[in-house]
């Protein structure tokens, strides 16, 4: 019998091939759902003895998705990004992942200037995932011990992105995340 995990890339890579709009993504974010309902994927991935940091667990040769596992030690409260021309599904593994929303005001001419508004905040809670649509900003906040996976369309160190300063109302390209 497929793993849970092998399961998922396969049923993604047909659901990315035969779906390209927003209800693909629908479908991928219902996999990966399923997907953190599997305590053996759950615990051999994002188990209490895995090691902090990102990894990257499994690149799809034919539709270009990457699936990564965020293990944290340290809470965190991030700064809004999106995700260049990708989208991407967070699905939470353990603790929880505090998801606010942003919309850009300003037309985006004025190099590295950027005016934020805050939208609304949603909370993923173990086996429940969110989808962040191309060009959605988004900030998240985790407590300490959080584990996620993240399902992006592409590899997103290879494509760049927005992180902005809320703030400072300013824009930098190149994040991860
Ligand atoms: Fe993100």
Redesign the pocket.
């Known amino acids: 019998m497929a793993s849970a995990f092998d399961q998922f890339c396969k049923d993604t890579q047909k659901v990315l091939k035969d779906h390209k709009g927003r209800e693909g993504r629908k479908m991928v974010q219902l996999n990966l759902e399923k997907l953190l309902n599997s305590p053996e994927f759950v615990e051999a991935e994002c188990g209490l003895d895995a090691k902090p940091g990102i990894r990257t667990i499994y690149r799809d040769k034919e539709t270009g998705f990457n699936v990564l596992v965020h293990v944290y030690k340290d809470g965190k409260k991030?700064p809004p990004?999106?995700?260049g021309h990708s989208w991407?599904v967070?699905g939470q593994a353990m603790e929880w992942t505090d998801m606010t929303l942003w919309k850009r005001k300003d037309d985006g001419t004025r190099a590295g200037f950027a005016d934020l508004e805050k939208l609304e905040t949603f909370r993923l809670t173990p086996g429940k995932a969110g989808i962040?649509e191309v060009g959605e900003i988004?900030s998240?906040h985790f407590p300490d011990g959080a584990r996620f996976v993240?399902v992006t369309g592409t590899d997103l160190d290879a494509i760049p992105t927005n992180r902005f300063n809320h703030e400072e109302q300013s824009v930098n390209v190149g994040s991860r995340?």
């Open positions: 991030g990004h999106d995700h991407a967070y962040f988004h998240i993240r995340l």
